[in-house]
Nanobody, 119 residues
Framework: QVQLVESGGGLVQAGGSLRLSCAASGRTFSSYVMGWFRQPPGKEREFVATITWSGGSTSYADSVKGRFTISRDNVKNTVYLQMNSLKPEDTALYYC????????????WGQGTQVTVSS
């Protein structure tokens, strides 16, 4: 049973930083990709960033490029999202999710961690 547990959310002023963590368990993730997604208040969930567990290839939404960095620790089975230069529009519930690289949808999700950026 795959489990994903996010942590690290909180309240921060605009321009500040936060680091989110996602601890994964329940299987070997070498053929998986991990994604961070977010759902702003009253809006649809949107893609933020992804990383492959094996090679560490990354991709980012245009809105976070240059400010957010996704990374992983294969020993700890943990994925991180370092968020710098935060803006009020980054306020959202942040989720991590995982899927096999060849799969089309993310089928394992965490419970989410709230990030609130004040102006």
């Amino acid at each position: 049973q795959v489990q994903l547990v996010e942590s690290g959310g909180g309240l921060v002023q605009a321009g500040g930083s936060l680091r989110l963590s996602c601890a994964a368990s329940g299987r070997t993730f070498s053929s998986y990709v991990m994604g961070w997604f977010r759902q702003p208040p009253g809006k649809e969930r949107e893609f933020v960033a992804t990383i492959t567990w094996s090679g560490g290839s990354t991709s980012y939404a245009d809105s976070v490029k240059g400010r957010f960095t996704i990374s992983r620790d294969n020993v700890k089975n943990t994925v991180y999202l370092q968020m710098n230069s935060l803006k009020p529009e980054d306020t959202a519930l942040y989720y991590c999710a995982t899927k096999r690289i060849v799969a089309s949808v993310y089928n394992y999700w965490g419970q989410g961690t709230q990030v609130t950026v004040s102006s």
